[in-house]
């Protein structure tokens, strides 16, 4: 069998490659039983081919696509599972999902996550706690946040997903919970990447 690899950018590549694969299984050889010599069982034969190309058709998908999304735990000992978010410059828009898997309530261990210029992390805080737990402890519409989820309790989850253009290359931008006294433990940086 005479397959070729496609290079990763070519968008044909999956097609051109079942096509092959269908050319060469056209091609396979008939294996007859022969009871002078010893082959292989045809089942066996026809199984590795058929692995062959699972693992063949594996490497032609893109894998060259941008991860525009990601996930960040919280949990009931007050932190966050990530400490840095780096955010691919290919994807135009970029979501966080937060997801709690605690199970104290949102009103007696809720989180958020929010994010914004590192400089502007004490005036939210103090708007959002001045806010509070109805709106989510972020002051509504407040032009200084530029994205954040709902505060959550145990089993719950929450995404928002937010303009890439936002972000500047060689920047660095902080996330935290704005539920009061958290952000000192549930805090990390999120930057765009190359
Ligand atoms: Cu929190």
Known sequence: MNLTLF??????????????????????PQHTHDF???????DL?????LIAL??????????WAAQCSTTVEAN????????????????????????????????????????????????????GMAAGLADNFVKPNDPQVIAHTKLIGGGASDTTTFSVAKLKAGKVYAFF????????????TLSLGS
Request: hydrophobic share 40%; with cysteine; glycine share 6%.
């Open 76 to 127: 009931d000992a007050m932190r966050f599972n990530k400490s840095t978010i780096v955010v691919p410059k290919d994807c135009k828009t970029f979501s966080v999902t937060l997801k709690d898997t605690g199970t104290m309530s949102r009103e007696a261990m809720g989180h958020n996550w929010v994010l914004s210029h590192t400089g502007d992390e004490g005036a939210i805080l103090s708007s």
């Open 45 to 49: 034969f026809i199984m590795r081919r």
């Open 177 to 188: 919970c704005t539920c009061p006294g958290h952000a000192a433990l549930m805090h990390g």
């Open 36 to 42: 002078t010599t010893i082959t292989h069982p045809p």
């Open 7 to 28: 290079c990763c950018t070519d968008s044909n590549g999956f097609w051109e490659l079942l096509t092959q694969i269908k050319a060469s299984l056209a091609q396979t």
């Open 54 to 63: 699972v693992v063949l058709a594996l490497l032609s998908t893109p894998l």
